[in-house]
Nanobody, 122 residues
Framework: HVQLVESGGGSVRAGGPLTLYCAAS?????MGWFRQAPGKERERVAA????????YYVASVSGRFTISVGNGIDTVFLQTDSLEPEDTATYYC???????????????????WGQGTQVTVS
């Protein structure tokens, strides 16, 4: 049974940083972060190849968020900075069996999902 466990969410003032963590129960070649705000559709945020460490970002977070792979390659971080109230959402870690080379942030390619961690920016 695959598990993805997120942590690191919380409340933060606008402009502040926050780091989210995702630990997977096994290796996946591509992992990503998605988010969903109340009343809105799920939105892609970032993805990373756990092999090449190539990273991908949605335009709204590029330059403010950094996705990276931990030493154990089954851990992924999302460092956020210059947070805005519009970043308030539940953030979900996701993993896929295929690599990131094709549509790295298309949620349809991700089949393992965490329970989510709340980020509130005020």
């Amino acid at each position: 049974h695959v598990q993805l466990v997120e942590s690191g969410g919380g409340s933060v003032r606008a402009g502040g940083p926050l780091t989210l963590y995702c630990a997977a129960s096994r290796f996946f070649p591509c992992m990503g972060w998605f988010r969903q705000a109340p009343g809105k559709e799920r939105e892609r945020v970032a993805a990373v190849s756990t092999i090449s460490h190539s990273a991908y970002y949605v335009a709204s977070v590029s330059g403010r968020f950094t996705i990276s792979v931990g030493n154990g390659i089954d851990t992924v971080f999302l460092q956020t900075d210059s947070l805005e109230p519009e970043d308030t959402a539940t953030y979900y870690c996701a993993a896929r069996e295929s690599g990131c080379s094709v549509q790295p942030m298309d949620a349809r390619h991700y089949h393992s999902w965490g329970q989510g961690t709340q980020v509130t920016v005020s």
